[in-house]
């Protein structure tokens, strides 16, 4: 049995990407913040609706692992993971926040973090017409 740790570490060197493994050691030293704290700290002043970056940490937790429940705006899962298809996260994206994201061309806002991704949905997702101090929380 005492063979089996040094095992899997290595598996892990070998088959887990350099940006992965650094995402990782990173989030070691990152606080694990609630979804109200997660909000406050990142979002709070900035009018974003609360439901966007939270259901979104929480679906990239679902696909990638629990590290990224410890993510930052600047984090961008698709350096990370380099295998992750932006296509597994789009129809749970475009259903829940009832937007349409162009498959041929990104805008050019979007630079694949955490944030350009919250912040597109929230200029083109539900709330893009709503009145903030009414329809958006």
């Known amino acids: 049995m005492r063979f089996l740790r040094p095992i899997g570490t290595l598996c892990y060197l070998l088959f887990t990407p ?3 493994r650094e995402f990782d050691e990173a989030c070691k030293a990152r606080p694990l913040l609630d979804d109200a704290s997660f909000y406050a700290l ?14 979104l940490r929480e679906l ?8 990224f429940l410890k993510v930052r705006p600047e ?15 789009l129809p749970p994206l475009e259903e829940r926040f009832d937007f349409h994201f ?6 050019p806002e979007f630079d ?3 944030d350009s991704i919250v912040r597109y949905i929230a ?10 101090d009414r329809d958006c929380l």
């Open 75 to 89: 984090d961008n899962p698709f350096i990370i993971f380099d295998d992750l298809d932006f296509a597994d996260l």
């Open 42 to 55: 990142h979002y709070g002043s900035s009018g974003i609706p609360r439901e966007i970056p939270v259901f």
């Open 112 to 114: 694949g973090s955490f």
């Open 102 to 107: 162009p498959r041929k061309e990104l805008p």
């Open 18 to 20: 350099r940006a992965a």
């Open 60 to 67: 990239l937790t679902r696909h990638l692992g629990k590290s």
């Open 123 to 132: 200029r083109n997702g539900r709330w893009a017409n709503a009145r903030p």
